[in-house]
């Protein structure tokens, strides 16, 4: 009879506590975001002509040369899938991968005309831990400039400014470390 | 080195202490009952709770009364969360119109989040309702983290209460740190995580057109709620897949300091609250302090292994840090290192970076922060009561050595003690090992296995680690949602969980019966550097004898065989 009694008061309190953090909690904090932070709490949308193009904080798969290029992604079949994100969780003697990381410094040297011992920065050779990741280093952007000025047939001094414009330091001048948004840079390129 | 890198670090933990020092004032104050300053609001809404449950909060329960609800509340828990992921196609606030899991897997995921551990077989944003997500797995956030404290808390009060039979009210604990300690804090943590970026709606998915002329699908949902009390309970399962390395859980540098902050805040803040709960602040320091020096020394493994890199990477000819698969541009490599650091000394399991593309060194450190027994500051509550357990060898071992009965807090430590505290040790040791033995010798486990080499041994301990140690992170290559790995990582999470917290609350019980011995010369002082050291060094001899054989055949021979350049 004990047991039973134990048994009610243990479902009733996961019930309550159900109501509480299950349903308020989320309920609430999802009206203050919606109130306080709305850009910020549906997912940060870059708008162009009334249409959502994409998120500031989730990268888009690049390949054509007129963009800047971001890291290789392991999310979804082709990469950059926002509903399936992931790493491609390869451990650091794994053949498969080192040969991979290879290749893409090699076509990551011939796409942007360097020297087959240049070396290549390396997050343009790894994948990042989300697939989804929008920045790079600025050194990475920096080897694709004289490519993206060229198929665009801008200056190489005009492409500089706008990755320029669109590098970010360290937040609060210590936390991270500096990087460019090239989902932002592919834009501002795009709307000159 | 960089001194960038040092000032991020440095900085960390002065925020950390400073946050952590005025909350353990706190906890004590809600965990005795007294009035806060939060007693206006949520007051009420306490008295509410035990009215509508009939709980007496004024009644005392013994270990075994607080073991039975312990164990009713979880067990009950367990099996509601399953039928939950069974039925979720057919409750609300599902605009994917996910349906039920496979039962193995509903199975895992539901004993996973009672249990504090949050692996993850599943991929949060192509399985899991928002209702799921919220009424399922947001709950076991709170109160799984709400049943460490309460253990904790029994235990300090078997420390300090003399010659009684009751360890306290189950029900008044777990209630008290979900309402006046866990909620607040959420509340205050998600919003600020909203403000970076983190987003909290309701909406279906958005499908845009991206800018090369494709198309992107960007998963939605109430993510900040959930994120907050996934660090803040050192639960750590994602709302996504990628975890706190997805930027819509950690869009930012600062996003990223938050999360490592609130994953330690209340760990290191109930040292404190220990000391002021047995009055006297220099017990609680102690507790501090030796976990401070582990955690140091592991935060500098990793770091140094993660800067020096992955040689194989730097010959093919690159610029900048060579470890840098599974790592984000925006983090770094001593926010990876750190975060990696953070997640395992705690039973947290939330991951910034892929763990299983760490160098072979720097994912030793993971698995060892985790086999240690997590009492590196350790998971919310449950950090506490394995520090309690290292406590008690650690004054039994200096008892041998000096030839006196092992006291702590006036107390003698006896047969009975010594049995269960070794038990809690051995249980979950015991787990790790026959589990990933097991697992490496028969195909269902080794076929699951996405890196060959030792790098795959290293894969198999990390998930027996990890379940059992109820941390929840993993080398994630290997592929969990198997009827092996499902049903194997399950018992191991509820042997780990459960087979350390019966074992401790029989010492609470029995602790608080005992008389106070008045203090001697003769008396071994538990405070002061000494003890520290101590106490460090009893946690590392002894996380040292179980693993080192397991630890060498795999992150450190890949090491080895890292640096003469073999790859497999």
């Given at each position: 009879m004990i047991k039973m009694k134990i048994l009610r008061r243990a479902f009733m309190l996961l019930l309550?506590?159900?109501?509480?953090?299950?349903?308020?909690?989320?309920?609430?904090?999802?009206g203050l975001a919606q109130v306080i932070f709305p850009h910020?709490?549906?997912?940060?949308?870059?708008?162009?002509?009334?249409?959502?193009?994409?998120?500031?904080?989730?990268?888009?798969?690049?390949?054509?040369?007129?963009?800047?290029?971001?890291?290789?992604?392991?999310?979804?079949?082709?990469?950059?899938?926002?509903?399936?994100?992931?790493?491609?969780?390869?451990?650091?003697?794994?053949?498969?991968?080192?040969?991979?990381?290879a290749q893409r410094a090699d076509e990551v040297r011939k796409e942007n005309g360097l020297s087959p011992d240049a070396p290549v920065p390396s997050d343009l050779i790894t994948a990042s831990a989300s697939g989804l990741e929008p920045y790079i280093t600025p050194a990475a952007a920096q080897i694709q400039v004289t490519r993206v000025a060229k198929a665009r047939n801008m200056s190489v001094q005009k492409v500089q400014v706008l990755l320029d414009q669109c590098t970010k330091g360290r937040q609060f001048g210590f936390l991270g470390e500096p990087r460019v948004n090239v989902l932002q840079l592919n834009l501002a390129l795009d709307t000159q | 080195m960089t001194g960038n890198d040092f000032l991020q670090l440095g900085f960390y933990l002065i925020i950390l202490v400073l946050l952590a020092l005025?909350?353990?004032?706190?906890?004590?104050?809600?965990?005795?009952?007294?009035?806060?300053?939060?007693?206006?609001?949520?007051?009420?809404?306490?008295?509410l709770v035990y009215r509508v449950c009939g709980i007496d909060s004024d009644k005392e329960m013994n270990w075994r009364e607080y073991a039975v609800s312990l164990m009713a509340f979880n067990i009950l828990g367990i099996v509601t969360l399953f039928i939950l992921q069974m039925i979720q196609g057919l409750l609300p606030f599902n605009p994917q119109g996910f349906s039920a899991m496979r039962w193995d897997l509903a199975l895992n995921t539901a004993v996973s989040f009672a249990t504090n551990t949050n692996w993850q077989a599943y991929s949060g944003e192509s399985t899991m309702s928002y209702f799921t997500q919220m009424a399922g797995l947001t709950v076991h956030n709170f109160v799984s983290a709400a049943t460490g404290i309460a253990v904790a808390v029994a235990m300090i009060r078997g420390f300090t209460r003399k010659q009684v039979k009751t360890i306290g009210n189950f029900w008044v604990d777990l209630t008290r740190s979900t309402l006046k300690i866990l909620l607040p804090l959420s509340i205050v943590g998600a919003l600020l995580l909203v403000s970076q970026g983190v987003i909290q709606n309701l909406s279906p998915y958005l499908t845009v057109n991206t800018f090369q002329g494709g198309s992107q699908t960007l998963a939605m949902g109430p993510v900040a709620s959930q994120e907050a009390i996934k660090e803040l309970g050192t639960n750590g399962g994602g709302f996504f897949n990628a975890n706190s390395a997805h930027p819509f859980e950690n869009p930012?540098?600062?996003?990223?300091?938050?999360?490592?902050?609130?994953?330690?805040?209340?760990?290191?803040?109930?040292?404190?609250?220990?000391?002021?709960?047995?009055?006297?602040?220099?017990?609680?320091?102690?507790?501090?302090?030796?976990?401070?020096?582990?955690?140091?020394?592991m935060t500098g493994v990793s770091y140094s292994s993660e800067i020096a890199g992955n040689p194989l990477i730097s010959k093919i000819g690159i610029s900048g840090a060579s470890a840098m698969e599974g790592k984000e541009v925006r983090f770094g490599v001593v926010n990876s290192a750190l975060f990696a650091t953070i997640t395992t000394v705690t039973s947290c399991g939330a991951v910034n970076t892929m763990h299983d593309s760490l160098t072979p060194l720097g994912g030793l450190i993971p698995i060892l922060a985790i086999m240690l027994g997590e009492c590196v500051f350790g998971g919310v509550g449950a950090g506490l009561y394995s520090i309690f357990t290292f406590v008690i060898l650690t004054v039994f071992i200096v008892g041998l050595m000096v030839g006196r009965t092992p006291e702590y807090l006036g107390k003698k430590i006896e047969g009975f003690e010594m049995k269960m505290a070794v038990s809690a040790v051995l249980i979950p040791s015991t787990c790790i090992l026959l589990g990933s033995a097991l697992a490496s010798v028969i195909p269902a486990g080794t076929s699951s296995l996405a890196n060959a080499g030792p790098h795959g041994l290293s894969e198999m301990l990390y998930a027996f680690s990890s379940a059992s140690g109820n941390n929840g992170s993993a080398f994630a290559g290997l592929s969990a949602n198997t009827y092996f790995y499902n049903i194997a990582l399950s018992m191991a999470m509820f042997i780990g969980r459960f087979?350390?917290?019966?074992?401790?609350?029989?010492?609470?019980?029995?602790?608080?019966?005992?008389?106070?011995?008045?203090?001697?010369?003769?008396?071994?002082?538990?405070?002061?550097?000494?003890?520290?050291?101590?106490?460090?060094?009893?946690?590392?001899i002894i996380g040292a004898l179980t693993f080192f054989p397991a630890l060498a055949l795999g992150p450190i021979v890949e090491q080895l065989m890292m640096w003469v350049g073999k790859a497999f």
């Open positions: 309550v506590m159900t109501i509480i953090t299950g349903i308020a909690y989320p309920l609430a904090v999802t910020q709490a549906n997912g940060s949308l870059i708008v162009q002509n009334g249409q959502a193009v994409g998120s500031e904080l989730i990268g888009q798969n690049f390949s054509d040369p007129r963009y800047f290029h971001g890291r290789p992604s392991t999310a979804g079949k082709d990469g950059y899938d926002a509903a399936s994100s992931g790493g491609s969780n390869s451990g650091p003697t794994n053949r498969s991968f080192l040969d991979t990381a | 005025p909350l353990g004032r706190y906890m004590a104050k809600v965990l005795q009952g007294e009035k806060t300053f939060v007693d206006t609001v949520l007051g009420p809404l306490e008295k930012t540098p600062f996003s990223n300091l938050l999360e490592m902050l609130f994953i330690l805040v209340i760990p290191v803040g109930l040292t404190f609250t220990f000391g002021h709960m047995v009055k006297d602040t220099k017990q609680g320091w102690v507790l501090f302090a030796a976990a401070l020096i582990l955690f140091v020394l087979g350390v917290i019966l074992p401790l609350l029989a010492i609470a019980g029995s602790m608080a019966g005992k008389k106070v011995t008045p203090v001697s010369a003769g008396t071994f002082q538990t405070t002061g550097g000494l003890f520290a050291g101590l106490l460090a060094g009893v946690i590392v």
